[in-house]
């Protein structure tokens, strides 16, 4: 039999797909968050993610401070995503013995910081040793008010798309790190800060789902066209994106990365990515920081680009794979 | 500044402990379970542990489908520990990109059985790649009636102590696995599968709780001694332990451990370990299956076993430790 690199990181989770008969599990796999009835008018909305040394991160690459940060934002972003407010989290740490307090202690701060301004404490969690990576693991809990949710599957034909942030940036801030380029230009220091430290949108999620502005909305981790393609394919319909609308992360002068590619491929900016009716774009132009960048269509198969001067492509999923 | 072998393993956690001032926060960092208010009526239950290849399991020990179970089982068991019903889990999974898919669809099988057995539906997770090792990282919601949950810091002075399977058997098993001793043996088969395969003592906690049976209670993972500290550190006492009481695992004829150090010191049964007033005894004594093992005793200081003969000796903790 075949290894898993042929299921992908989705497909992995998907095999844990089983029947549901619980009527109060209103979201299981294949969402940001899985929700659960808790009472007439209250969703749980419960995340998991994991950040392991050497796959997702590397120690020298950042501050004990920042990882620490980047922790539990990584997991706020799925309750943001969802519309949703933190509500408590825990932490599953694996950690060789020979780590120092240090790095530990600054961790921590970088953690208990995010989980104050959010409003996320921290009530419990596992620590255990490790060979030699450490292994983090934050699962969070949130709330939202029945039938105020965001969710993937519900683009419209003919909504907008639109994105809270210039997509591609964290991706390279990675590419700077990784290759040691000079990080002291305006451009590289910003993109590697908004690696090492991304932000979760708590407020916009909670602005789109209580004002009932998108109509569907995932965060932006594995690149824009990966999960702009996951909102398409919760809602079974196709996007075009148009290239003068996207806007582009500032190169580096010493760089040659190219910035379209970041910006469709790029991952790990923990920005929103929603559509929304044309009817809302006054209201949401208000909000500020949203880039409008192309529009859902029933009529074209998968994801398509318009390029400067009206020829299409399409666009296929080129992010990080793990296996 | 040191490293963390100072801290050891609930000091890292501990770390984490910060200022909470959100009152439906019924538990936080230091039992079983983090245990929240979601009604008048009801408390959410949320636990999380991990397991490390390298740490908490080799992969050649045992099959991939009792690993699935062994995941889902250790966090149940916490559930079981405060009273609990689960409700749902999250998985996350780390591991390396060439792993066959057998073995995760085996994996797969294990988790998802035990996840139908004890009603614990998986409605999400994370999966992504690792330099070598496995990491399994699991978090269950459970759900308990307020006030009807059992805690670690009830215990009274003059309380049995009460365990539900006799001490040491898993770690009987591991040690077996570990030094390829006969495994033949219906003992040797019985501790191995104890080890690989331990079963969640949800019946009995529910029991424990919604009959108001016991004063306290926590499941042994760490072993005897350490998770009876747990107890007795939580309700400000002291304990004895009566040596001619504590049942002791069958050794193998091979073998040579001493069978009382196991069952002091031998970690990862998850069964039950909990107090109880002497009035509860002829209730309890019709569940079946429970060993009445010591008393809590407020005139002691930390543990005591009371030998063969009427010797006492003080105990201290002797478990895995991770750092």
Redesign the interface.
């Known amino acids: 039999?075949?290894?898993?690199?042929?299921?992908g990181?989705q497909g992995?989770?998907d095999?844990?797909?089983?029947h549901?008969d619980?009527k109060r599990?209103v979201?299981?796999?294949g969402d940001d968050?899985?929700a659960?009835e808790?009472?007439d008018n209250?969703l749980?909305l419960?995340?998991?993610?994991?950040l392991?040394e050497?796959?997702?991160f590397e120690r020298h690459f950042g501050t004990p401070f920042q990882l620490g940060c980047k922790s539990l934002s990584v997991n706020l972003s799925d309750i943001a995503a969802m519309g949703g407010e933190p509500?408590?989290c825990?932490?599953?740490?694996?950690?060789p013995?020979?780590?120092?307090?240090?790095w530990?202690?600054e961790f921590?701060d970088g953690?208990?910081q995010t989980?104050?301004k959010y409003?996320c404490?921290?009530?419990?969690?596992?620590?255990?040793?490790?060979?030699k990576?450490i292994?983090i693991?934050v699962?969070v809990?949130g709330e939202a008010p029945e039938g105020r949710i965001l969710q993937r599957d519900g683009a419209k034909d003919g909504d907008d798309i639109w994105l809270s942030a210039i997509p591609g940036v964290s991706a390279l801030g990675l590419g700077i790190l990784t290759n040691q380029s000079d990080m002291t230009s305006e451009e590289a220091r910003s993109a590697i800060e908004k690696h090492l430290n991304p932000q979760p949108c708590l407020a916009l999620g909670r602005t789109l789902a209580s004002k009932k502005l998108a109509t569907a909305c995932i965060d932006t981790s594995d690149g824009l066209v990966i999960d702009l393609g996951h909102i398409c394919e919760a809602s079974r319909l196709g996007a075009v994106l148009v290239e003068r609308d996207v806007p582009l992360p500032s190169i580096p002068a010493d760089r040659s990365d190219d910035p379209l590619h970041l910006a469709l491929h790029g991952g790990e900016d923990y920005s929103l990515l929603f559509t929304a009716p044309a009817t809302n774009r006054k209201e949401l132009r208000k909000l500020g920081g949203l880039y409008l960048i192309g529009r859902i269509d029933d009529s074209v198969e998968g994801l398509i680009l318009k390029r400067h001067g009206g020829k299409k492509e399409s666009l296929f999923p080129q992010g990080f794979s793990?296996?």
Chains 1, 2 share one sequence.
């Open positions: 039999m075949p290894d898993i690199r042929k299921l990181e992995v989770i095999l844990f797909k089983s549901l619980n599990i979201k299981a796999i968050c899985a659960i808790i009472s209250t749980l419960w995340t998991t993610d994991m392991i050497g796959v997702h509500l408590a825990l932490i599953n740490l694996s950690i013995a020979d780590l120092s307090q240090q530990l202690s921590r953690f208990i989980s104050q409003d404490p921290v009530i419990g969690g596992d620590s255990c040793g490790s060979r990576t292994s693991s699962t809990l793990h296996f």
